[in-house]
């Protein structure tokens, strides 16, 4: 397509430049503004109050009482241990997964490869109780075992860190999946070919030429799992597992009586955004915003699978899809049934639940859609024409803007929640009212958390219209606004639409940046799914995952359609 | 002379107060509470509150409620620095409402006399509970004791007799199959722990406090947790409160049950309004409401206790109140029973800090080699 129209390209007159200009400079200011305000700023907060004491003075003492304390210490230690024993067992899975999908043909190919989609889609807290009700103690599995294998004492396959590390390794491998998917799916085949001509076939090939070529996408994945498991404290918590930073942060933060352990949750908040930083840096080559120029993909020819190995696949496929549709069957059956207890399956079932989370108090549903919808908005006036200033000029600074939006995928959202509380609890001026009283908080605070996904998936549509397109249509007399609306808009709307939708179904998901900000009237389904599992009523909580679940499911069957499998490039 | 004059101005005074409400007290249009009490307890006051106030000022109020356990209640409050978020603070122990007002963060309740008196000052023996606030800031909305839940069938399953008292969980048997929470992370929880350790005295109450962690199969986050795992058969005991953990599940059709030991320590659930609080008078009016007859029922069909010897939980056969009085065990008020209570708030409150620091020390951070020992 650009070779065609590259020679109207030196025809093109330039159009108005001082007055775009202007407006670009505008634009350029407004994203930086935008990302100073509701980033930079709430950040350096908690570094402040990380390095200083009651009274504000600098100090390093609460980083001394860190690394002296053996229970924090032993938290550190285990939280690195279950991050890279969860890469490990995400990238087992994720890479024969990914290239299953890739290089082979098989029955339910197509199928299998939107249903890998599905274990992003992980409510907050019922996905873990939903692998307690099947996997638990008094889970179906145990009590069928028991029940009919007279077993004795339950297995325990949850409680503990081997739990956990269960939770994420089927929760995360796909993110593995997609970069690899992605990566592999631009390998140029020719240099296979070469690989074979010189005789270097099946693993030798493999490891001497496919790897290195996907190593770049395979990091980020992996950067993203490692993260990812690090951050998260609801899984460990409802497996009773408190020896992690992630839960002694939640846990020395949700305890508020005592001010000196406040801090220190504080600190180990702090101190997890240093950490991901420094994960960050480590790789940075690797995540930073990928060149999708090359986005029509090459053709992969697919190998046909003898009979039994075609089937072993779809075995293997089938079991791992299974496993990893544990939390959503658990939550399904808990949202239906009733008094559900020490029984393989509910016994009563009802529809009360639902009628409770849904038509008694509509106001989980109501706000999820509004403040995920305006969040969107926010994602698309802020990414669009960020992912514009990445992809189409050389303004100063554009490296640190790909930097921050990288950085905004590592932080964990609970940082992002304190950070918030603690830079925004003061009387606006003019307004006389903190910000932290005003609800607009929220999607304000899920626009920032998603923000990523819009900019990385307009990003890639806007590399794939050649600006000589734009300038054939302007040297034929079209104006701007018909220019943008004939010839960039059909071309870019599918990966504005996809990066949207993604920021969408992961801000519906989201709860440990909000749960902290939300004020009474204001929760969202995650946040409504804590209230009632805080409450105890973990059946009106399964009821509101299973409706979170529908809504992602059909969001994320949207983006499959659109984009095919070329989501890979959003995480990483 | 004089006592006339006063009596007079009391009678005033009165006839003020009574006709108050009536005429000239219009309240807001809204009302917001943080509380501990479950979803279930506090939905239900506030929209039969709601009703009562349509009825009674043609005011439809917006009502809400910010679910928090106590610590994170009392933690955001401090946090709002007198310029609160919400109006009332629900529930939980009495002490941390005496902190609040300590700093300046309650407001005084200035409560109807009538409603007021109904209140007996305190409860239990030797160790006095206090109902209500002396100094007028909180006041007791209900009680509910501080004990045990359990899962009847997994008790069945392993072959032991249901618990009745603290030692009970102590049975080898149940090996694995006790729920519990870190003092640090409950109040009541918290509270719970005190109660053993000043009933058999630190050396004692410690080693008992180990035994009980080597038993445990889960610390759970938060202590509502505990009657959540246990209704699901996940384990088979642990601490609770009835109402605002426990009663639920059974209502939710768990099999679940609930006891409370002598010694167990009961709740007032107090309440009170904020200083600085946006909407005062609706904050007072609900108050006051909860204090009535109409008020107090909202409790008592809920598995609470009434807070007045006035009232008394009954209901038709087969009602919620009845399924309550059954959970509880027979209880229908505690005014009209012997209420033991050792548990001194206190000496709990004032080495709240130490205890935790020793159980995470103690306990804790040695779990493992304590499941071993044991």
Known sequence: ?572 | MSGRWKLLGAVLVAVLMAAGPAAAQQIEDELVLITPVSKFIHDAALKEFAQYAKEKWGITVKTNALAAGTPVAYGRIVEWKGKPEVDIFWGGESALFDKLAEQKLMAKLELPKEAWEAIPATIGKPKPIFLKDPKGFWVGTALEPYGLVYHPRLFQRLGIPEPKDWDDLLNPKLKGNVAQCAPTRSSSSHATYEVILQQSGDEKGWEWLKRLAANSGIFTARSRDVPSVVAKGEFAAGFAVPSYMAFEERLAGFDIKFVAPKTAWITPEPMGILAGAKHPKAARAFVEFLLTERGQRVFMERGLFPITPKYKVQGPPGSTAEMAVEFTGGVRSYFDREVTNIYDDDKAQKRYKEVNEQYRKDIEAVWEDLKKKY
Not at chain 1, 164 to 192: G, Q
Not at chain 1, 369 to 394: D, E
Not at chain 1, 440 to 462: D, E, H, K, M, N
């Open chain 1, 1 to 572: 397509m650009a070779q065609t129209s590259a020679d109207t390209v030196a025809v093109a007159a330039p159009t108005a430049g001082p007055r775009t200009s202007v407006v670009a400079l505008l634009g350029f200011g407004f994203i930086w503004a935008f990302l100073i305000l509701f980033l930079v700023y709430p950040l350096t907060r908690i570094f402040y109050d990380a390095f200083t004491n009651e009274a504000g003075q600098f100090t390093l003492v609460n980083f001394q009482e860190f690394f002296t304390d053996r229970f924090y210490l032993r938290s550190l230690w285990h939280s690195i241990l279950l991050g890279v024993g969860t890469v490990v067992t995400t990238s087992v899975i994720g890479i024969v997964v990914a290239f299953l999908l890739i290089r082979y043909e098989f029955p339910f190919r197509n199928l299998f490869s939107y249903l890998t989609l599905i274990p992003i889609i992980s409510p907050p807290l019922v996905g873990v109780l939903g692998f307690v009700f099947i996997l638990g103690r008094a889970g179906t599995v145990n009590v069928l075992l028991m029940d009919y294998f007279d077993l004795l004492k339950p297995i325990n396959f949850m409680y503990g860190l081997h739990g956990v590390l269960l939770v994420e390794t089927l929760h995360l491998f796909p993110m593995i999946t997609l970069n690899i998917l992605d990566a592999l799916a631009k390998v140029d085949p020719s240099l296979e070919e070469a690989a074979e001509s010189v005789g270097a076939r099946g693993w030798r090939k493999t490891w001497d030429i496919t790897l290195p070529l996907t190593t770049p996408g395979y990091i980020s994945g992996a950067l993203l799992v490692f993260i990812w498991t690090f951050a998260d404290f609801v899984t460990p918590l409802v497996l009773g597992v408190h020896d992690l930073l992630a839960s002694q942060a939640y846990l020395n933060i949700v305890q508020f009586v005592d001010r000196r352990l406040f801090r220190m949750g504080i600190v180990i908040s702090a101190l997890l955004v240093l950490l991901a930083i420094v994960f960050l840096l480590a790789a940075r080559h690797y995540v930073a915003i990928k060149d999708y120029s090359s986005l029509a993909y090459s053709k992969v020819e697919r190998r046909r699978l003898g009979p039994v190995k075609r089937w072993l696949t779809v075995g293997f496929l089938g079991l791992l899809m299974f496993a990893s549709f544990i939390p959503h069957i658990g939550v399904t059956l808990a949202a239906f049934g009733k008094g559900w207890s020490l029984t393989p399956f509910p016994v009563q079932y009802t529809l009360a639940f639902f009628e409770r989370v849904s038509v008694e108090t509509p106001k989980f549903i109501l706000n999820t859609f509004l403040y995920s919808g305006l969040a969107v908005v926010v994602c698309i006036l802020v990414g669009v024409p960020m992912a514009w200033v990445l992809a189409r000029t050389q303004a100063p600074g554009k490296d640190l803007l790909d930097a921050m939006t990288t950085l905004i995928l590592a932080i964990p959202g609970t940082a992002i929640g304190i950070a918030y509380i603690r830079a925004f609890h003061f009387p606006l001026p003019g307004i006389g009212v903190p910000l932290t009283s005003m609800w607009i908080i929220l999607p304000l605070v899920l626009a920032v958390r998603r923000l990523p996904y819009t900019v990385r998936g307009s990003f890639s549509s806007l590399l794939l219209v050649h600006k000589s397109l734009e300038e054939a249509a302007g040297s034929v007399g079209a104006t701007k606004l018909r220019t943008f609306w004939d010839v960039t808009l059909p071309l870019v709307w599918k990966g504005i639409l996809v990066g949207s939708l993604f920021s969408f179904m992961t801000s519906i998901q989201e709860a440990s940046a909000t749960l902290f900000l939300t004020l009474g009237g204001w929760e969202m389904i995650p946040v409504g799914i804590f209230t009632f599992y805080i409450a105890g009523s973990q059946s009106e909580a399964a009821a509101l995952g299973f409706i979170l679940i529908v809504v992602a499911a059909l969001s994320l069957l949207v983006i499959n359609r659109v984009a095919g499998t070329r989501m890979g490039g959003m995480f990483g």
